[in-house]
C-alpha cells in the first residue's frame, strides 16, 4: 500500500480484521497508525503486543461522533471495521445493529469529510447480497450510505468505497476454532447444517480486498473478492482430518437468521461490474432522482446473469479445505503444527 509517511485509522482495529490490518501496515513506512474502538482491555493487550510507537489508541465509539471526528483529525486513511457481525446478536438486537453499523458507519463518513481524509474504505460482507438478517440488512443499508455520500457529494475531497467478502476463516467468531476444541474435547461437532455452504477466505486475503479498494476506488465503488467454498459438512471433517482425528457430525439446526448459502454478488451488480480477476469491481449506480430513468429504461443485460454465490462459486471437496487449512499460519498455530 501506498501509506508512506501518512496518518491511518483503522475503526475496530483491535478486532480480527483490524489488528491483522494494523500490523500490515506496521510493515510499511506509515508514519502513525491510530486504533480506534471501545475495549480498553483489547487495546492494552494489542498495545503490549505491538509495542511499536507509531501506534496509537483512541477510546470511543463510532456511534459517538464527536469522538469519531478526534480521532480523524490529521488522518489520510481510514479503514472502517468497526461493526457487530453476530448474526443471532443482531437479530436479538436489531436497533443495536442500525447505531452501530448503519448510524455508526455514516459518523465515520461525515468525519472524514470534515476532516479532509483522503479514503475512506468501509468493510461489507456477503450477507449484505438479499439480507434475511438484521445483520445482513444494516450491513446493505452501510454501503447504501457508503454511495450515497459519493453521489449526492460529487466535490468531496474523500473518495468512499465499500467491501465486501464471505466468511473469513479463523477470525474472532469463526465455526473453524469452535470445530477445533469439539475435536481436541473428544465432542461431536455441531453443525447447523451440513448442506450449507460458505464462502472461504483467509484475513490476508481479506486485507488484500481492502489495499485492493484502497488504491484502485473510485467514488462510491464496490469491491468484491471472489472465493471458492465448501459445505458446512465438508469444513468440519477437513478441520478433523487435519487434526488426525475422525470426524463426527451432530446436526443442531438452523440458527437465527441464518441462510442456506451465501451470495456475494446479485445479478443486477454483475450487469454492471468490472472483472478485474480476483475481484469484481461495482460502479456507483449514479442515476438522478428522474425516476422516469428507472420505469423506462431497463437493463436487458440483467435477465443474462446470475447471483454468484456460494452454491455455484469453485466448491472444495474435504481434501482440498484440508490443503487450505493447514496452509493458514493461524490454524496451525491453533492446533499446534507450526507457527
Avoid: W
Avoid at 225 to 247: F, N, Q
Amino acid at each position: 500500500m501506498h501509506t508512506d509517511q501518512s496518518t491511518v485509522l483503522v475503526t475496530g482495529g483491535t478486532g480480527s480484521f483490524g489488528s491483522t490490518m494494523v500490523r500490515k501496515l506496521l510493515d510499511t513506512a506509515v508514519r502513525e497508525v491510530r486504533i480506534f474502538s471501545r475495549d480498553e482491555l483489547k487495546q492494552h493487550e494489542l498495545r503490549q503486543a505491538l509495542n511499536d510507537s507509531r501506534v496509537r489508541f483512541y477510546i470511543g465509539d463510532v456511534r459517538d461522533e464527536d469522538s469519531v471526528r478526534r480521532a480523524t483529525r490529521g488522518v489520510d486513511f481510514v479503514f472502517h471495521a468497526a461493526a457487530l457481525k453476530q448474526v443471532p446478536s443482531c437479530e436479538f438486537f436489531p436497533l443495536e445493529a442500525v447505531r452501530t453499523n448503519i448510524l455508526g458507519s455514516a459518523n465515520v463518513i461525515e468525519a472524514a469529510d470534515a476532516n479532509g481524509v483522503q479514503s475512506v474504505v468501509c468493510l461489507g460482507t456477503d450477507k449484505a447480497a438479499y439480507p434475511v438478517n438484521a445483520m445482513g440488512m444494516s450491513k446493505a443499508l452501510m454501503e447504501k450510505v457508503a454511495q450515497a455520500f459519493a453521489r449526492n457529494n460529487p466535490t468531496a475531497r474523500t473518495t468512499v468505497s465499500t467491501v465486501r467478502y464471505g466468511n473469513v476463516m479463523m477470525s474472532r467468531g469463526s465455526v473453524i476454532p469452535l470445530f477445533v476444541q469439539q475435536v481436541r474435547d473428544g465432542n461431536p461437532l455441531t453443525l447447523t447444517d451440513p448442506s450449507m455452504t460458505r464462502f472461504l477466505m483467509s484475513l490476508d486475503e481479506a486485507v488484500e480486498l481492502v489495499e485492493h479498494a484502497f488504491e484502485h476506488a473510485r467514488p462510491g465503488d464496490l469491491f468484491i473478492r471472489k472465493a471458492p467454498a465448501s459445505t458446512i459438512g465438508d469444513l468440519a471433517r477437513a478441520v478433523a482430518e487435519a487434526m488426525g482425528r475422525e470426524a463426527d457430525l451432530k446436526v443442531i439446526g438452523t440458527r437465527h437468521g441464518e441462510k442456506l448459502f451465501e451470495t456475494l454478488a446479485t445479478r443486477e451488480e454483475l450487469a454492471r461490474a468490472e472483472d478485474q480477476g480476483d475481484y469484481y469491481r461495482v460502479a456507483v449506480d449514479a442515476r438522478d432522482l428522474n425516476y422516469g430513468e428507472y420505469f423506462d429504461q431497463g437493463d436487458p443485460t440483467e435477465t443474462h446473469v446470475d447471483d454468484y454465490h456460494s452454491h455455484n462459486t469453485d466448491r472444495l471437496d474435504v481434501t482440498q479445505v484440508v490443503e487450505l487449512l493447514t496452509g493458514l499460519p493461524e490454524f496451525r498455530k491453533l492446533v499446534g503444527t507450526g507457527s
